[in-house]
Structure formats: C-alpha cells, structure tokens
C-alpha cells in the first residue's frame, strides 16, 4: 500500500469496488470506459484495463486485447473504437454509421470501428500480462499468437504515418493523441477555418451524463467533425489526406513515446517467445534519437509537440512533455532538467498540498481545473509518470503520485478525472481505467 493515510481494510474495500466497476463494464468480451459515457470499446482503455485484470483475471486481459484486435484493419492500424453492436444507438456520437469506414479497403470486413486510432500501448500491455499474469506458459502463448498482430501495427504507424522517414509516427486527429482538447491543439485549431454549411449535421451527445464546462467547447467539436469528414471523403486514404494538406498533421510526444516504449516491450517479447528482438529495438532507438532532436525543447525543460503544417514545435507547457521518461528517452542532464520543472507549484511541489499532476501548468492563463485535458488530473497519466519517474530514481515524487492514484478514488469516487487543488471528481463517474490502475497499483 503506497499511501500512508489509507489503512489496510480501507485498500482493500477500494480494491473491491474497483473490481465490481469493471465487472459492471465488462460486456461479455471486452469492458467499456463507461456504460453510460463511452458505450464501446476503447483502443488505449482496453490495455490499461487488461493491466489491471493481469493481476487478477488472466481470462478477460486476453479476452480484452483479442476483442480489441479482432477490429484491426487489413494496413495493421488499431482502431480507437471498436463499437459494441448491441449499444449502436447508445448516448456516443460519432457511432458507427458516421464514420462510414466501409469506403476504404482496409477496413476490417464485419467488426464495426471508427476510422482513426490512438496511442500504441498494446505490446507495453502484453508484456505486462507476461509479466504479472498467474499463469506465465498461457501468456507466452497467448503473446506469441498476438505477435504478428503486433508487428503489423507498429509497422503499419512508420510505414503509413511517418512520410518522411524519421522516426516519428504522426497523428491527425486530437482524439488520436487520447487527450481531446489538450491546450496543444489551440494552435492549429484555431488557425483552420472551417465552413459551417459545409460541415455535416451531428448531435452532440458527450454533454448527456457530463457537464458541459468539464468538456470540450463546440467549437472544437465543430473541428473534430471536420477531420473526421475530411478522412472519410478521402476514403481513408491515407496519402490522399496528406496530399490534400490535412489541417491537423502532428509528431505527438505521448504518442511517440508509448511508440517507443512498446518498441522496447515488443523487442522482449519477441526474446522471450523465440523471435528476433533486433528490429524492434532499432525502431526503438532511432525514434528515442528523433524525439530527442526534434521534440526536446530545452529552454522549457521538456519536450514539445511538433506541428507539421507549420514545421514549428507547440509550446504547451503539458504533462505530457515529461511523459518521454516513461520510455527512458530523455539522459541524465534532461531528466533532471525535466524534473526540476515538474517538481514546481507548476505541477505540484513534493511540498505542496495538491494531488500531483495537473495535466497542464497551472501558472498558465488558460489553465483548468474541472475542464477535461486542460488541467485535471488523469490516473493514466499519472500511472506513466510514476513509472517513468522511477526508472530514474525519483522515489519521493513516485511516492507521492502513486498516492494520488490511490487517494483520488478514495475521496471522491472512480471518476474519469479530479481537481488537483480540492481532490474534487469529475467527467464520468465508475471509469474503468481509473479502477483498472489503481489495482495495478495496489497489487
Ligand atoms: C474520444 C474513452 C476515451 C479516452 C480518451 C478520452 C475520451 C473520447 C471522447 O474518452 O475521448 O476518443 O469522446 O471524449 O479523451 O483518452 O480514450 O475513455
């Protein structure tokens, strides 16, 4: 137990109930992030989600991933949905019908996906599962049969989705970097005009079970649409988008970074079941190389996005500029650079009363402390933070974001994401990753 205030029993009636929200969220095959909220299943949820089960049931961590690469398309990409047929008309737009994915080739013939992806965390969940699952033998196998699968979705981000061959893999949609309305995106966001009659007709309903404050504004769904109107005329092609200048073209830092961790990962698995480790580890490498070329921003002590329409890094001072930790990108000089910055009332002093870490600077104007990925803190983040940190020996900051994985849901319930200042929930209520890493965390 990493939090000194909560006592034994207390961990464990959490731990319980952390188990039944999952239970109440898993649908047969897979679990959804919400019932109410995010009625399908969710690319980067899924293998957070199988994390936690790893330790617990082995069945529905495997079960989890099979369902989720069940909906890969035929180019290798993973898709960020994959629907749930019986919820087709639950509370989630864009559904299905919306991102008319049936105009390209590569679509999977009979499971129903959406058309973008999101963070490549999926070998990272596989070695975990080999790592903590009960039965070793069954998650070798079962790592072995994934394997091919695995191999084609990497190859597939730096064949498709990195033109110019450096390294680094691009996304274009927000939702493909699984932080919404990141205050990254203002930039680009605000630069390309759009024109409304030209936007298709859509119906919100993200704001039925949540606040409206606590999520994107409409112009940025407005936005949202139109990439996602934009791929589909373009039948998904994925040159085409580039030719016909995608607004929205962007070397992510998480992205990368989780690209280049499950490249490590992959590279152990593929040791551990009798492959060749050795592309995997020189993918690793050279985009470990390139981000510290071209995304590492020195004078901010972290690294920055990088917006390819306008060949300038972003400057947003976000957690997820220090998320390259997680996969030991940054040296000895960076990482303490890095850490100097966190360990600020910028994102929580060591000393500060706050719950450690705001996913944005909240010196900044535009910082929010209830507004979605403009400031709340994300147990997901936070769970790649105390990792990253403690391959480098941060101990006491580990300790104390590892406390706010545990100490969040205490106080105020498993909610999608909590105040930093007041501990306070917000977004959805019973979210699957939040008691899926708490587990993790607790076992
Ligand atoms: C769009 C499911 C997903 C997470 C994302 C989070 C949110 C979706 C939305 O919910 O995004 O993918 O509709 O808001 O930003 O990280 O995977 O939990």
């Not at 369902?67 to 087709?88: A, C, D, R, Y």
């Not at 995997?280 to 002590?301: I, P």
């Not at 972290?302 to 957690?319: G, H």
Request: hydrophobic fraction near 30%; glycine fraction near 4%; aromatic fraction near 14%.
């Amino acid at each position: 137990n990493p939090s000194p205030d909560i006592s034994e029993s207390d961990c464990k009636h959490l731990a319980d109930t952390a188990k039944k929200i999952l239970n109440n969220n898993w649908k047969d095959s897979f679990t959804v992030p919400s019932s109410s909220q995010y009625p399908h299943q969710w690319s980067w949820d899924s293998v957070f989600i199988a994390m936690g089960y790893a330790h617990y049931n082995q069945d529905r961590a495997e079960s989890e991933l099979r369902h989720l690469f069940n909906g890969q398309w035929k180019n290798g990409m993973v898709p960020q949905i994959v629907f749930n047929s019986t919820e087709l008309n639950g509370d989630y737009f864009p559904g299905y019908e919306f991102w008319e994915i049936n105009k390209s080739d590569n679509a999977p013939d009979t499971v129903k996906t959406s058309g973008i992806c999101q963070p490549p965390i999926h070998s990272t969940g596989v070695l975990h599962l080999i790592k903590y699952a009960p039965n070793r033998e069954r998650a070798l196998k079962f790592a072995s049969d994934l394997f091919p699968k695995l191999v084609s979705w990497h190859n597939y981000l730096y064949s498709e989705r990195d033109p110019n061959n450096e390294g680094l893999a691009y996304i274009r949609h927000p939702w493909e970097s699984g932080q919404d309305n990141s205050p990254i995106w203002d930039s680009i966001l605000d630069e390309f005009e759009i024109n409304k009659e030209e936007l298709p007709e859509y119906e919100r309903k993200d704001d039925i079970h949540v606040n409206a404050d606590e999520r994107p504004s409409s112009e940025e769904y407005d936005k949202y649409v139109y990439l996602v109107d934009f791929f589909r005329h373009r039948n998904y092609h994925e040159k085409q988008i580039l030719d016909d200048n995608c607004p929205f073209l962007v070397q992510d830092v998480l992205f990368n970074t989780l690209l280049c961790k499950a490249n490590r990962d992959l590279a152990e698995i593929a040791s551990l079941i009798g492959k060749n480790p050795k592309p995997f580890k020189e993918s690793a490498e050279r985009t470990a190389e390139a981000m510290n070329q071209k995304l590492w921003n020195e004078k901010e002590q972290m690294y920055n996005d990088f917006d390819l329409q306008t060949s300038k890094k972003i400057q947003a001072r976000v957690l997820a500029g220090f998320m390259p930790l997680y996969a030991k990108i940054p040296d000895e000089s960076q990482k303490q650079k890095m850490f100097d910055y966190l360990n600020t009332h910028c994102f929580c002093q060591l000393t500060d009363t706050c719950f450690p870490a705001p996913s944005y600077d909240k010196s900044g104007d535009d910082y929010s402390a209830r507004t979605y990925w403009r400031g709340p803190v994300w147990i997901n983040m936070n769970w790649l933070l105390s990792e990253g940190l403690d391959q480098y020996g941060f101990d006491d900051y580990v300790k104390q974001v590892k406390n706010s994985i545990i100490q969040l849901p205490f106080k105020s319930g498993f909610r999608e994401y909590y105040d930093t200042d007041t501990g306070e929930g917000y977004g959805i209520e019973n979210f699957s990753w939040t008691a899926a890493l708490l587990l993790d965390t607790l076992y």
